[in-house]
């Protein structure tokens, strides 16, 4: 594990009230340190575990009141003394993974045993575009077929470079720390820093998704997919401006730098996920195999065992074939057979797996696609365990901004924000974790969305081995005006089906935090709160290494897309590094007015992965919720 990272877990958030000595400073940061360590929910009778789990006790310093003053007190000295420069810093480097890295265990058998899995007539062809082959006729899946499924999309910009970059030495110049956030009083914060570690297996790494950094959309034989509209030409909504993932950050044609940075930064795991339509250009059953692809992807885990890093891969994030959406009865099957290409390949050297990323935030009050999305889910783990006899890790990755009722005292406020989750979460969640029904928040607001039957809830039931989402920030929810019921009996209120506010806005007129890009609030006196939720309703339980497992990944989204994400060292590649030539977007959008050096130290997202890291370890030590991963966003 980089220790950095380990730093970033550690680092002190607050300071014993014997350091101060301002009584004012003192009370205030001491009311600012109690609303930290004990958020709504998770108060003094959470601060310990039992027994026979590890613990450390701890001691709260209040804040003095008028019926408790402060009995702290300091003796002023004036006088004059030597006086020296003193160093602040210290230069530190990461540490590179050993490498390579040699798999002791197999998770499904080598493809020359199951290759009789796939389809006996699957065709494995190669495509390259031309765009004026449109009116050529050579076949349902001829390079006329391919010009015709481009012919809905095409984008402003064509890739530099069409060759796989080798890497390039790593400077040591790019393996420098950031220096250490400053902390008034660190010999006294947080008694506990010593004994709240994370566990030695712990899944630690860095995420990423092929729309968002691949790049070549048009290369190779790789299909359209539903999200390469994003940007495209003449599409209905295209926003002024908007930037198509043509270039993204050309990692299609340089993971092997963006590997080897990562292996010298010491981040054992990456997150990838893989292109559908680069396996399926066509999407559909019985369509042919992209050869191209599975050797691309052949290559990306390849290189990535080479380097040390152990990969993560997600079987489609956000980019279904444009043909085949989530409300297409024909998606389970066309999904099952694209995973099957992947995973008889490949399932021998990946553990974890996620099948689809965050379908309850693309699937947008389409209840239609719920029923679709669960099936195909279901059927990619049922193959995997069944019939390859796989035996790593697959789950369903959820997104998930936590509802928390605006006033806790009102009742209507406290179901609008289990209203809330039952909406985002327990749609998707209740067949999966529980084998239950769909929430009855949900079906008795008159959505076109039929139950799943008893043989369904069965097939469904205890397909995810973890618990997987991305828990981005936490905002309130209150109930609408004249109140849920009226709004759920009326199809035409503008907020139905959900029928709840949402707000960043505290009841006294605060935001709830720090707001970035608009979006993603640093609100870490929340993250517990949000892993309790997931843990304690949906009770997720490990089947494999660990006995309980929840939260493969967590991340800080706060930009969609072309995003390089500057935590460690310098930008991986792109325009920092010689291609000029690949323009960069931005996020937050006075990024391009920073120098470099600005951009790289980045204190805003610094703090929002402490403070959520930080709060994380008081989720396992204090509440008792076995968290066993985090995946950092992004790469980009």
């Not at 065992?305 to 079987?315: F, H």
């Not at 956000?318 to 099952?336: E, R, V």
């Not at 990944?553 to 706060?558: E, G, K, P």
Request: charged residues 15%.
């Amino acid at each position: 594990m980089p220790s950095q990272w380990k730093d970033a877990c550690i680092r002190p958030l607050k300071c014993s009230l014997n350091d101060m000595a301002s009584s004012l400073l003192l009370g205030t940061l001491a009311l600012v340190s109690t609303v930290i360590a004990s958020p709504p929910g998770y108060g003094s009778h959470h601060s310990s575990l039992n027994s026979d789990t590890e613990s450390c006790t701890t001691s709260t310093a209040l804040a003095p009141t008028a019926t408790e003053p402060t009995t702290c007190s300091a003796t002023k000295s004036i006088a004059y003394s030597a006086w020296s420069y003193t160093v602040e810093t210290s230069t530190r480097y990461a540490t590179p993974l050993p490498s390579p890295l040699a798999l002791t265990t197999s998770y499904a058998p080598h493809f020359s045993k199951v290759s009789s899995l796939l389809p006996a007539n699957a065709t494995y062809t190669s495509y390259s575009l031309n765009r004026d082959a449109t009116a050529l006729r050579d076949g349902q899946y001829g390079q006329g077929a391919y010009a015709r499924l481009w012919a809905p999309v095409s984008f402003n910009h064509s890739v530099p470079f069409t060759t796989t970059a080798s890497p390039t030495p790593v400077a040591t110049s790019e393996l420098v720390y950031p220096p250490a956030l400053y902390t008034a009083c660190p010999n006294s914060a947080d008694t506990c820093i010593d004994c709240y570690k994370l566990p030695e297996d712990f899944v630690w790494g860095v995420a990423s998704s092929a729309f968002q950094i691949e790049g070549g959309l048009t290369e190779d034989g790789r299909g359209p997919s539903a999200f390469d509209t994003i940007g495209a030409i003449g599409y209905v909504g295209r926003a002024p401006n908007e930037a198509d993932a043509e270039l993204a950050t050309m990692s299609y044609y340089l993971y092997k730098q963006d590997i080897a940075r990562l292996a010298a930064i010491g981040v054992p795991y990456f997150g990838f996920s893989i292109s559908w339509t680069r396996i399926v250009p066509f999407g559909t059953v019985g369509s042919p195999i992209n050869q191209a692809g599975l050797d691309h992807y052949e290559d990306v885990i390849k290189t990535c065992l080479e380097y040390g890093v152990k990969p993560i891969v997600t079987l489609t994030h956000f980019d279904p074939p444009l043909g085949i959406q989530y409300n297409s009865t024909d998606f389970p099957d066309a999904f099952l057979y694209y995973a099957k290409q992947v995973m008889t390949r490949f399932g021998d050297r990946v553990q974890e797996w996620a099948t689809l990323n965050e379908p309850n935030g693309v699937f947008r009050n389409n209840f239609p696609s719920v029923p679709n999305i669960l099936m195909a889910h279901a059927k990619v783990y049922h193959w995997y365990k069944e019939e390859l006899g796989g035996t790593g890790s697959i789950t369903i990755k959820f997104a998930n901004n936590l509802g928390t009722p605006l006033d806790n005292t009102n009742p209507d406020d406290v179901r609008a924000a289990l209203r809330y989750q039952d909406f985002v979460l327990g749609t998707f969640a209740n067949s999966i974790f529980l084998g239950e029904q769909y929430p009855e928040e949900v079906t008795s607001t008159g959505v076109n969305l039929t139950l799943l039957t008893d043989e369904e809830l069965a097939y469904i039931n205890g397909t995810a081995d973890v618990w997987s989402f991305d828990p981005y920030t936490t905002g309130f929810v209150t109930s609408p005006e004249g109140g849920i019921d009226a709004c759920a009996s009326n199809k035409t209120h503008p907020l139905w089906p959900n029928c709840v506010v949402n707000t960043n806005v505290q009841a006294d007129g605060w935001l709830n935090g720090q707001g970035s890009f608009e979006y993603a609030y640093i609100a870490p006196q929340y993250v517990r709160q949000q892993l309790g939720y997931v843990w304690n309703v949906y009770k997720p339980k490990g089947k494999l290494e660990l006995p309980f497992h929840t939260l493969l990944n967590l991340i800080a989204n706060l930009c969609l897309r072309n995003r390089r994400l500057r935590i460690w060292v310098q930008p991986l590649h792109g325009v920092l590094q010689g291609t000029k030539d690949i323009p960069k977007s931005s996020c937050p959008p006075t990024d391009p007015a920073q120098t470099k050096v600005a951009q790289q130290y980045d204190l805003e997202r610094t703090l929002y992965y402490q403070s959520f890291l930080r709060e994380m370890l008081k989720s396992i030590y204090e509440d008792g919720v076995n968290v066993v991963g985090a995946l950092a966003w992004t790469i980009q």
